[in-house]
Every structure is written in structure tokens, then in C-alpha cells.
């Protein structure tokens, strides 16, 4: 292990690792071989597309059909997979496959990447990690391949498979359709149930979590016998799905199909927490509607997945909190157990993390852009919650309100309370001072 190893914290290790990653990209996006039209792309623009592809977002300056190469695409897709299974997942399943010694340190840090609860098995985690995203993504791929082989070809339709199904996978929400239309995502697939149920099916397995796969792996159909988180995390995901879908459904298309209607409304149910793509013209949709896709961003996926935002269990604990006082109950209960103090503390903590980046990141986008500050906000949602999805804004931005994009994705990525334990590593106080009581609410 190197001295700089030992003097980082873990939380250090994983954000120095996705900002290394990032700038890899931003060299390798830069070459003259990686745009499509020749010649380099301009750094911003690269940094940009680095960022989003790490941070898994799928915010674009540039649609990735039209203006990236297949050696940019493919660089694209790489960073996507490396940042949605996580930098430090990735490196250990590479030091464990060459036969390297996994030291303490990295097993500590692999823990909080993958936001496991104990140290013990994290590497046989890891490797489990690996082989369900190999499994999935090869199955999605399989799946969409009959679609797109039969509108592109075959080599061309096996590359689009495989890049839609890494990409859905790790929520990523990048796509290859602007050979269509730009900047169109999935619009022109909204009513191909093979597509939809594939791209779905893949955003809700990677964004659930490594730990869910786990306990499930581990304890099949038995729900009982799931960990308390599991169980929230299944719930919470569920009914986020289930009343947004049923809100979508009968308020917002109402004027489609009916087959059409009822997928549309799970498609962007589903999307809008975690993904980035989507099968319907987000700008139509009404404030209300526009809306809720900001709240279901900004809730994001659950820990340890290859989703970012604040997370499925944050939600929890929160509303369970705010149950808990007005039952008058002491502390917060799910499933016969009763929550730490810590938990909701950190829940509280990330909640006002993710508000206050939210909200200043929009001010301050509407007022040097001259924008409305309510598409600003759900350009500033989709980029901390890393979700991807857009009202048309993002490649019209200028240069400060791109960085503060960038920023506001890699925040979402590694996590608020990662880059709090980072900034204050080290500085523990021990000392208490007296307590008093304060009226609230």
C-alpha cells in the first residue's frame, strides 16, 4: 500500500477516484478521433461528457450519436460502466483477478463504496458485484438485439444493444438514437413493450442496490429473513414506481393510447429516479407533472447501486421520522426495528445537502442564463440526482452554469456525506456541551 494510501481516508480514496477517472475521459474524449466530424472536441465539452458518463447522469452538450465517434462512444461506455459500478469495485475486482493482496485499507474503502454493513466478505461482495452486472447487462442486451439488429443491422444493431443496456443498467440514461432525431432518447420507442419492459427491468435492477441482490441471492422468496434495509428499500422503490405511474397515467397523457398511455406513464415513473431516458416529450407535461419528476430525481436511487441522489432509504428514514413524532413515539420504527439516532441524523444532513445544491445551483443557472428558474431547477435536479433527464437547456448553457452542472453531478455521484467525511477527516471532537431545549414546528 503507498504512503498516499495510508494518509487518505476512504472517503478521499472514492472521490480522488471519480475525479481521476473523469479527467482520463476528458483526455481521451479530447483526441481528434474521438468526435465524429474531426478535429478535438473543445475541453469543456469533453469535461462535460466525462462527467456525465462517470457520475452516470446522461446530461449532454453534445448528442453522442451525432457528434462522438465509435472510439468516443466506446469511451463513453466505458466510463459508464467503470462509474456505475463504482471506481474502487472496479479496481478491486482488477487487483483480486490478478492475484493481488487486498490490504485493510482497500477492503475499508470497498465497504463504504458499496455501502456495505460490515467489513467481513466485502471482497467476495465485490466479485458478486461483478458477475450480476456481466449477467444483466448481457441479458438486456440480448433482449433489445432483436429490436435494433432488425432496424440497423446486425453489427450496428449488436453495438446499440449493448450500449442501451450498459447504459440502462447503470442508470445512466446515455443513448445512441439522435441518428433519428437529436437529443431524442427512447420517444420513438415509447410503444415497443420489448424496449420498455428491458430498459425498465435493467434501471430498477441496478438501482435497487448490490446489498438488496444479496440478501435476495441469499434468501430467495423468503421476505422474512430479508435485513430491514432490503425491505425498505423494496417498499420505498415500489410504491415510488407505483403512485408517480398512477399520477403520470391519469393526469398527464391522457390524450395517448391506451397500451401507449399505460407505458409511457411506468416508463417515466421509473426514469425519472435514477435513469435519463425517457419515451415522452418532458416539456409538454404540465408544472404539477414536471414537478413530481423533480422530487422523484432529487430521491434518486438506493445505497450501494448504480444510481446517485439522495436514496430511497434517506426518504424512509425521514418520513418515518416525521411519523414517529406525530405518533409521539420516541424513535422511528420499520419492520418490528427501531432506527439509530445516527441514521436520521445523517438522513437530516443529506437532505439539506441535496436542497441547498438543488436550489442555489438553479438560482444561480436562471439568473446568469436569464432563464425561468423552474426548467433551471429540473436541469439542477437531473444533475444532482444524476438522472439525466432534461427540458431541452443543458446544450444552450454557457460555460459557468456547465461547470456548475458538472460540480452538481459529481456531488451526486459520490455522495453528500462522502465528500462531508472527506472535507473533515480527521477533526472528531469528543467534548459536549450542556444541553437545552428548543421549540420546533
Not at 430467495?220 to 425498505?232: A, C, E, F, P
Request: proline share 3%.
Amino acid at each position: 500500500m503507498s504512503l498516499l494510501e495510508r494518509r487518505l481516508s476512504t472517503s478521499q480514496i472514492i472521490i480522488l477516484g471519480f475525479a481521476a477517472l473523469i479527467l482520463l475521459g476528458t483526455v481521451l474524449l479530447m483526441l481528434p478521433f474521438a468526435s465524429a466530424g474531426g478535429g478535438s472536441a473543445p475541453p469543456l465539452d469533453a469535461l462535460f461528457t466525462a462527467a456525465s458518463a462517470v457520475c452516470v447522469t446522461g446530461l449532454v452538450v453534445r448528442d453522442t450519436a451525432l457528434s462522438w465517434s465509435p472510439f468516443g462512444q466506446a469511451v463513453i461506455l466505458c466510463l459508464i460502466q467503470i462509474g456505475g459500478m463504482g471506481v474502487v469495485t472496479v479496481a478491486m475486482a482488477v487487483f483480486t483477478a490478478a492475484g493481488s493482496r487486498v490490504s485493510l485499507k482497500q477492503r475499508s474503502t470497498m465497504q463504504e463504496a458499496l455501502s456495505a454493513p460490515q467489513l467481513g466478505g466485502i471482497v467476495r461482495l465485490g466479485g458478486f458485484v461483478v458477475k450480476m452486472t456481466a449477467l444483466f447487462e448481457l441479458l438486456g442486451a440480448l433482449a433489445l438485439a432483436p429490436v435494433f439488429c432488425g432496424e440497423f443491422g446486425l453489427g450496428k444493431g449488436l453495438w446499440y444493444a449493448l450500449f442501451h443496456s450498459v447504459s440502462a443498467f447503470c442508470n445512466a440514461g446515455f443513448d445512441l438514437m439522435g441518428n433519428q432525431a437529436p437529443y431524442s432518447s427512447l420517444t420513438g420507442y415509447a410503444a415497443r413493450p420489448a424496449v420498455n419492459l428491458t430498459v425498465m427491468g435493467l434501471i430498477i435492477v441496478g438501482g435497487i442496490g448490490f446489498l438488496v441482490w444479496g440478501d435476495v441471492r441469499d434468501n430467495g422468496l423468503r421476505v422474512k429473513k430479508y435485513r430491514m434495509q432490503t425491505k425498505v428499500v423494496l417498499l420505498t422503490s415500489a410504491l415510488l414506481i407505483v403512485l408517480p405511474a398512477a399520477y403520470f397515467f391519469f393526469g398527464e397523457f391522457t390524450g395517448l393510447p391506451l397500451p401507449e398511455r399505460v407505458w409511457v406513464s411506468l416508463f417515466q415513473s421509473v426514469t425519472a429516479r435514477t435513469a435519463g431516458f425517457n419515451t415522452a416529450d418532458l416539456t409538454a407535461m404540465s408544472g404539477v407533472g414536471q414537478g413530481v419528476m423533480i422530487l422523484l430525481m432529487l430521491v434518486g436511487g438506493s445505497p450501494g447501486s448504480t444510481a446517485g441522489g439522495m436514496k430511497t432509504t434517506t426518504l424512509a428514514v425521514l418520513l418515518g421520522t416525521a411519523l414517529a413524532a406525530f405518533r409521539r413515539r420516541e424513535d422511528a420504527q420499520f419492520f418490528g426495528r427501531r432506527l439509530e439516532d445516527g441514521a436520521v441524523r445523517q438522513a437530516v444532513a443529506v437532505l439539506v445537502m441535496y436542497l441547498t445544491l438543488f436550489l442555489a445551483g438553479g438560482c444561480v443557472i436562471s439568473r446568469a442564463e436569464g432563464l425561468p428558474l423552474s426548467v433551471c431547477l429540473f436541469e439542477t435536479a437531473s444533475a444532482v440526482g444524476t438522472v439525466g433527464l432534461t427540458l431541452g437547456i443543458t446544450p444552450t448553457l454557457g460555460a459557468l452554469s456547465r461547470v456548475i452542472l458538472i460540480l452538481l453531478m459529481y456531488f451526486g455521484r459520490v455522495g453528500g456525506l462522502t465528500l462531508i467525511f472527506a472535507a473533515l477527516s480527521g477533526r472528531k471532537n469528543a467534548a459536549r456541551l450542556p444541553q437545552e431545549w428548543i421549540t420546533v414546528g
